[in-house]
């Protein structure tokens, strides 16, 4: 897990006040759009696993290392913040950062995917880190008015609560059949996960004096969590005759990991978390003349993992460049361009990777 995120957090090593998205799938700056494009298979697969079927020979697979904040600078937040096993902050640093972060909920989202694919069958790893600094009502008020570390309320509480998922490895397989009204591809991914939980959180004693930050109950005399679980999910992919025209579904934990954390939330009530819920997500992709692809996703249809949203983008290619733009109802605008095979997608905030969803 560690080298993972280490890899994650590194290709993002400057200071930025967007966020960003490196190379890998081009559906970033297409506002999460793509499930059923097919011109960049060894990225898309990561979304939709019918598509490594669309691969030929030996490729290099990557997919979209993305780095998503609300509140807080992504930049800031890199600085200050420890990636490290199965933890985001020390007990003894973890008070400081709920001061420094008090005026807003903040959370910071790091994911990627990195493997090689072999026409049709991939192995891969893949991380995901769901980490958010939450100060109560108290805090943040006293963070936007007083500031005065010995003006902290004594009802002020600030927790932080993080998640980190590494796939170790990623198996996936995919095949192609024709018909005489098209195309139809089916692949399967089988995760090997392992899952770390952690909640530490500060009451005023602790921020008033920058003492050690408190485990939250379910830790006992923990650091963190520790869980291996395993997942699969499903793709399928139609293409009209003519290739213009593709429709996809992918069903997210096809097979659902029997994983339950009994946890508390931010405020000291006891909750049973389930990161990982089935959910089914639809697109169609069009190719237009003149090098265009518009494309359409549905995610989480009917809900079951909270997370229903429309994505919509467009792709235009140039010669070597390729130009992007999209919205997700969800998150807002993206934008994002290709060159010399490496993508590059900016936005205020990205909507969470098909695959990569945590319920927590």
Not at 93 to 115: N, Q, V
Not at 176 to 197: I, P, T
Request: proline share 3%; hydrophobic share 45%.
């Amino acid at each position: 897990m560690r080298k993972v995120l280490t890899l994650l957090i590194g290709i993002s090593a400057v200071s930025l006040w967007a966020d960003i998205s490196f190379s890998g799938s081009p559906s970033t700056g297409m506002g999460g759009a793509g499930l059923a494009i097919v011109r960049n298979p060894g990225a898309q697969m990561y979304q939709n696993p019918a598509l490594a079927a669309y691969v030929k020979g030996v490729r290099f697979g990557l997919g979209s290392f993305d780095f998503t904040t609300k509140g807080a600078s992504l930049g800031n937040l890199i600085d200050d913040l420890e990636f490290r096993q199965g933890s985001i902050a020390d007990l003894n640093t973890a008070a400081a950062l709920l001061r420094k972060y008090a005026r807003e909920d903040t959370r910071l989202i790091a994911t990627g995917d990195i493997g090689l694919v072999l026409s049709g069958f991939a192995i891969s790893a893949g991380a995901i880190v769901d980490a958010r600094l939450l100060p109560n009502a108290s805090l943040q008020n006293w963070a936007r008015t007083s500031g005065d570390p010995n003006a902290i309320p004594a009802d002020a509480r600030g927790d932080i609560i993080a998640m980190g998922v590494a796939s170790l490895p990623d198996i996936t397989g995919a095949a192609r059949f024709n018909f005489q009204g098209g195309e139809l591809a089916v692949g399967a991914r089988v995760r090997s996960l392992k899952v770390f939980y952690t909640h530490y959180f500060a009451d005023q004693n602790a921020l008033q004096n920058n003492q050690n930050a408190l485990r939250a109950a379910e830790l006992g005399t923990r650091d963190y969590l520790e869980f291996n679980t395993t997942s699969a999910d499903l793709g399928f992919l139609w293409r009209a005759p003519d290739g213009t025209t593709s429709y996809a579904m992918v069903i997210e934990n096809f097979i659902e990991p029997d994983l339950r954390i009994d946890a508390t939330d931010r405020n000291g009530n006891n909750v049973r978390l389930k990161p990982f819920t089935r959910s089914v997500h639809l697109g169609v992709a069009m190719e237009v003349i003149g090098g265009g692809v518009w494309a359409l996703d549905l995610i989480d249809v009917g809900n079951n993992a909270g997370r229903s949203e429309i994505r919509a983008g467009y792709e235009q290619r140039i010669g070597a460049l390729v130009l992007r733009s999209g919205y997700a109802s969800r998150t807002g605008w993206t934008a994002g361009i290709g060159i010399g095979g490496f993508n590059f997608a900016y936005s205020e905030e990205f909507p969470i990777q098909v695959s990569r969803m945590l319920n927590f």
